[in-house]
């Protein structure tokens, strides 16, 4: 249900983006750097809805939200289609933000992380494998949707696919296994008390967790930063990964098909980089990830040669994938569990900080024509990011 939810999520505030975002541009006379604006300010309030709905969370339960958010987001990607304003245009993809924000983020990941302990590397790795396959099944569907029928009725189509989410919710989710009389990971007994943060006295029960120990930690501010900078590259480029392409001389399907399979490599990106959490100590794998991801930044401003655009799309593709899916797994073996949802809550205000990756990129095409200087700013960025994580004192033993 995670998997579906990220898949729809992401799908319609992001990757489709990749089909709409030129004829769009045809039909309203808007530039890039204008629809530029819709993501860097839709996300930054998409985030602030993750931070009211962390606080929402305990009191009105995760399958609630799951339910609510599909119907909001349907009716706002049905409008992208139709307005002709810029500004209302932005307006609904703010809505599609906050829709779209009930149903996936803290929400999902609150659940996956209560419902797993020993193997939540694996789960949220498998449920985040959703973000990347919409990658290689939406851009390709809405680009045949927008030849066949239209911009309008193409974005109806697929705001009503979103609202196929509320009824599987409801259905499904529950917060946590105890309100089913489980424990997590189906043990026999209820797992040990996570261990606090390492850099700071924290209390026993997640309810007296005050929000200033949060804002103390050390290990707070690295990976809230780190994160920041690095999502920022990863949707940045990823937004418009397609007309990139295009630009380098491919058609349109072509570049979908690249797109297809970047976002496929980062679907196994999201599961890899997941298990291997499990399997070493998180901090470790994060590092290696952002230097991967740095690499292959590299590699696509090597040239636009078919080796070079080969290599690209491999090594970015395969170390993006796991940056969203490595945020919620970094978070719970720093601060465990019983604090998660409160310390991820706080967590995802960095990532307003990735609306100026759309901004650069928007910027960089605006005054030069090509995306080069994005990528550039991007892997400096990148491996600023792995210098923070590589200084995060990781906690002497991992518990659940």
């Not at 809505?95 to 419902?115: D, E, F, Y």
């Not at 007296?208 to 994160?227: C, H």
């Not at 392409?245 to 990106?269: E, H, I, K, V």
């Not at 601060?335 to 928007?362: D, K, P, S, W």
């Amino acid at each position: 249900m995670a998997c579906l939810a990220n898949f729809m999520s992401t799908g319609t505030s992001f990757y489709v983006f990749n089909a709409f975002l030129l004829p769009l541009c045809a039909a309203r006379d808007w530039s890039r750097a204008d629809l530029n604006l819709a993501p860097g300010l839709g996300f930054a309030c998409g985030l602030l809805a993750q931070f009211t709905y962390g606080g929402l969370i305990p009191r009105l339960g995760a399958r609630r939200l799951m339910t609510l958010g599909p119907f909001l987001a349907c009716l706002a990607f049905a409008l992208l289609g139709r307005v002709e304003s810029l500004w209302i245009f932005i307006f609904c993809y703010v809505l599609l933000q906050v829709g779209n924000a009930a149903m996936s983020g803290i929400v999902s990941h609150t659940v996956l992380s209560n419902w797993f302990a020993k193997n939540r590397g694996q789960a949220i790795g498998l449920a985040t494998t959703g973000i990347s396959l919409s990658g290689a099944v939406l851009p390709y569907l809405a680009l045949r949707l927008i030849e066949e029928y239209g911009l309008a009725d193409a974005a109806l189509f697929i705001g009503l696919g979103v609202l196929g989410v509320a009824p599987l919710a409801w259905i499904f989710i529950r917060t946590t296994p105890e309100e089913c009389g489980h424990w997590p990971d189906g043990a026999a007994n209820p797992p040990p008390t996570d261990r606090p943060g390492e850099d700071g006295d924290w209390p026993t029960g997640d309810h007296d967790l005050d929000p200033r120990q949060i804002w103390r930690q050390a290990s707070f501010w690295k990976l809230g930063l780190a994160y920041a900078m690095g999502l920022s590259g990863a949707m940045g480029v990823m937004f418009q990964i397609a007309p990139r392409f295009q630009d380098l001389g491919l058609d349109s399907r072509w570049a979908m098909a690249l797109t297809a399979a970047m976002a496929l490599l980062g679907a196994s990106g999201k599961y890899l980089w997941g298990l291997f959490c499990d399997w070493w100590p998180p901090v470790r794998v994060v590092w290696c990830l952002f230097l991967a991801k740095a690499l292959g930044l590299g590699l696509g401003l090597a040239g636009g040669s078919a080796m070079a655009t080969a290599a690209f799309v491999m090594v970015f593709g395969f170390a993006m994938g796991g940056v969203m899916s490595t945020y919620p797994i970094l978070t719970a073996a720093i601060f465990g569990r019983e604090h998660f949802t409160r310390v991820y809550r706080m967590l995802v205000l960095f990532l307003a900080l990735q609306g100026l990756g759309y901004l650069v990129m928007g910027q960089s095409f605006a005054l030069t024509g090509s995306y080069d200087s994005a990528y550039l700013t991007f892997l400096l960025l990148d491996l600023i990011a792995a210098g923070l994580v590589a200084s995060i004192r990781h906690p002497p033993t991992q518990t659940c």
